[in-house]
């Protein structure tokens, strides 16, 4: 295609556009600060009913943390569109030649990619109810996550490297089809990723594209069915429950897609510019890549603040705030009060250390007694993953009293 919006021969670029790349590289490094703290939470503070699920979080969470750490800080890329034409910034701009970083920043995406089609996996996986023909057996779930990271990868790493190969000529052409680029193209590092003439690029935004609705498909998939199965569920569970199952589904749907847009959106964008050959987008693609570099610390912001257990945790540590599932202590006046109102003989202290030694209603720490919370499933929880387990996200305690 050769349409175009404005005449390139009066465009000119910015070399070193120094608010795009500090505003980059401040987001990255706060974004990698947030991604360890994220990291620090699911692995230290999950609770134990998150005793499985917490390795396929802590797994999408490195991924998203290397992307982020990669991208913003290590590349920092200045981009010369339409044409995809650039080079890196960062902190191995002058350690590592420009095509391992690239290609190691674009492997990391669809390894980030990988992840998040990883987690929404097991998680429906966990609602799928034993017996259905849908719920998968440990080992076919191993081979089939490595076949989905294979999927996303191995195209990538086969293709990439052939897109990027005889620079010189490429270059050379470049200047010849569109001398506007004369300004740019002997700056240190850079990297020209296709020309008109090389239609093996095509071929890779093709792999990339079908790889990319693919994941889009099974994943929407993956919700519309969890929220089916949560639905035939509703009709033989109270107000309640029914409340618990939408509030799930909202809260995964959230957390899926905000990650989902931040990676897939600027791309999109992106290859539209190439694909239309849109010219003056300078300014444009570089917000494209903001966003996408940005999408680690907002993905992790969004879990912390959506997940019922690290939402409780960050409020009691930084707000004193106290946690829901702590038990509340009682005095045993109250406990008398309501007996005696049952009509029923007051407790001693001593029984009610009996009771609580054989598992009953009622648990004493120090000198007096505290409620006790009762475990119960959630919903999806009996799932198979990890024995009981409840869906991430949601509580499994009942306050008896």
């Given amino acids: 295609m050769h349409f175009s919006f404005l005449d390139p021969l009066n465009i000119t670029f910015n070399q070193r556009p120094e608010f795009y790349l500090q505003m980059t590289k401040s987001v990255a490094s706060l974004g990698v600060a947030v991604n360890l703290f994220g990291l620090y939470i699911i692995l230290y503070k999950s609770p134990t009913h998150f005793k499985t699920y917490k390795w396929h979080l802590a797994n999408h969470q490195i991924w998203s943390l290397l992307l982020d750490l ?106 010849e089809h569109y001398p506007i680029y004369e300004s740019v193209v002997n700056i240190s590092a850079i990297l020209v990723f296709y020309l008109p003439t090389n239609p093996l690029f095509y071929t890779y935004m093709l792999v990339c594209g079908v790889m990319c609705t693919t994941f889009i498909i099974v994943v929407t998939a993956f919700l519309f069915h969890t929220a089916a199965i949560l639905r035939r569920k509703d009709k033989y569970a109270n107000f309640k429950t029914q409340l618990a199952h939408r509030k799930y589904i909202m809260i995964l749907s959230t957390q899926m897609s905000i990650p989902m847009i931040a990676l897939l959106e600027p791309g999109a964008l992106l290859g539209l510019i190439m694909v239309f050959r ?99 499933d959630a919903p999806g929880g009996g799932g198979g993953n990890g024995g009981g387990e409840v869906m991430p996200g949601m509580s499994n305690r009942l306050r008896t009293g």
Avoid at 295 to 304: F, N, S, Y
Avoid at 326 to 339: C, F, G, T
Wanted: aromatic share 14%.
């Fill in 70 to 175: 990669f991208a913003g800080l290590m590349i920092t890329p200045v981009f010369f569109f339409p044409m995809p034409v650039g080079y890196p910034t960062g902190l191995l701009s002058h350690a590592l030649p420009p095509e391992i970083l690239m290609l190691i920043a674009t492997s990391l995406l669809f390894l980030t990619l990988s992840s998040i089609f990883h987690l929404l996996f097991y998680r429906w996986q966990m609602v799928v109810p034993q017996g259905h023909p849908m719920k998968f057996s440990r080992t076919f779930k191993g081979f089939f996550l490595i076949g989905v990271y294979a999927f996303f990868l191995v195209p990538h790493l086969v293709l990439f490297p052939q897109t990027i190969q005889n620079q010189t000529e490429a270059k050379a052409a470049l200047i």
């Fill in 278 to 376: 849109i010219w003056n987008v300078q300014e444009l693609a570089h917000l494209a890549f903001f966003t996408f570099a940005s999408h680690g610390l907002v993905g992790t912001v969004t879990m912390l603040i959506l997940n019922e257990h690290f939402k409780a945790y960050l409020a009691k540590r930084f707000c004193n705030a106290r946690d829901p599932d702590e038990p509340q202590p009682i005095s045993l006046n109250a406990i008398s009060k309501d007996v005696e109102n049952n009509g029923q003989e007051r407790p001693s202290l001593a029984s009610l250390r009996a009771r609580a030694a054989g598992g009953n209603h009622f648990a004493v720490s120090g000198g007096s007694p505290t409620i006790r919370v009762l475990e119960f």
